[in-house]
T-cell receptor, first 111, second 114 residues
Framework: QQPVQSPQAVILREGEDAVINCSSS?????VHWYRQKHGEAPVFLMI?????EQKGHEKISASFNEKKQQSSLYLTASQLSYSGTYFC????????????FGKGTKLTVNP | DSGVTQTPKHLITATGQRVTLRCSPR?????VYWYQQSLDQGLQFLIQ???????AKGNILERFSAQQFPDLHSELNLSSLELGDSALYFC?????????????FGSGTQLSVL
C-alpha cells in the first residue's frame, strides 16, 4: 500500500527549514528517501531501518518511528539545490524486494 | 550517471501498438525494478526481477510483461497501448534482492501514446 506524504508541496526561501512527513498503514521495516530534480531520475538520499534511528546527509536528516509507522525528512538551512520532488519509499514486508513510493512532495527553494 | 542505461529515451507510438523498453543494470547488480511515473500517481512499482527470476509484482497491467535475460538486462513489453499508458518509465537496479539497499535509477523512457 502506498505511503502518504505530506505536505504535497512546499515553497521556501533559501535558508529556511522544512519537514516532509511519510506515513504508512502497515508495519514498516525500512523507509527510503529519494530526491528527483525536474527532468531527471530519482537519486537516493538515505535508508532508515527499523530501530528508530536518525540518519543525516549534509543538512538533510531523517527519523523513523516504527511504532507510529512514520518517517520525517528534515531539511535545514535549505539551499537552492534542494529544490525537487522528494519521495519516500517503504518496505513493509521485511526483506521483500518491493519498494512502494509515496506520491512525492515538491519542494521549491527560492532565493 | 547512475550506471543504469535505459533505451530509448523517448518513444512515440499509436494506440493499440506494442513497444519494448530496455534496461541495462549497473555492472554487478542482479536486481532490476520497473516503475511507471505519471503526474498524479508518482512512482508506481510495476515489477522486480532478481537474477532472471520474477520476485515481486506491483500494479502491473496484464497487457504489460517483463523479463530479465541471462546477461541481466531487462525488457518491459507494453502491448495494446492506450492513451493512459503515456508516462515516464524508470528502471532501477540494486546489488541484491532486498529492499534494504539503495536503488540506482536510469534516466527513464518517456512514452507518448497518441
Amino acid at each position: 500500500q502506498q505511503p502518504v506524504q505530506s505536505p504535497q508541496a512546499v515553497i521556501l526561501r533559501e535558508g529556511e527549514d522544512a519537514v516532509i512527513n511519510c506515513s504508512s498503514s502497515k508495519a514498516l521495516y525500512s523507509v527510503h528517501w529519494y530526491r528527483q530534480k525536474h527532468g531527471e531520475a530519482p537519486v537516493f538520499l538515505m535508508i532508515l531501518l527499523k530501530g528508530g534511528e536518525q540518519k543525516g546527509h549534509e543538512k538533510i536528516s531523517a527519523s523513523f518511528n516504527e511504532k507510529k509507522q512514520q518517517s520525517s525528512l528534515y531539511l535545514t538551512a535549505s539551499q537552492l539545490s534542494y529544490s525537487g520532488t522528494y519521495f519516500c519509499g517503504t518496505d513493509s514486508q521485511g526483506g521483500s524486494e518491493k519498494l512502494v513510493f509515496g506520491k512525492g512532495t515538491k519542494l521549491t527553494v527560492n532565493p | 550517471d547512475s550506471g543504469v542505461t535505459q533505451t530509448p529515451k523517448h518513444l512515440i507510438t499509436a494506440t493499440g501498438q506494442r513497444v519494448t523498453l530496455r534496461c541495462s543494470p549497473r555492472s554487478g547488480d542482479l536486481s532490476v525494478y520497473w516503475y511507471q511515473q505519471s503526474l498524479d500517481q508518482g512512482l508506481q512499482f510495476l515489477i522486480q526481477y532478481y537474477n532472471g527470476e520474477e520476485r515481486a509484482k506491483g500494479n502491473i497491467l496484464e497487457r504489460f510483461s517483463a523479463q530479465q535475460f541471462p546477461d541481466l538486462h531487462s525488457e518491459l513489453n507494453l502491448s495494446s497501448l492506450e492513451l493512459g499508458d503515456s508516462a515516464l518509465y524508470f528502471c532501477a537496479s540494486s546489488a541484491r534482492d532486498t529492499a534494504h539497499e539503495k536503488l540506482f535509477f536510469g534516466s527513464g523512457t518517456q512514452l507518448s501514446v497518441l
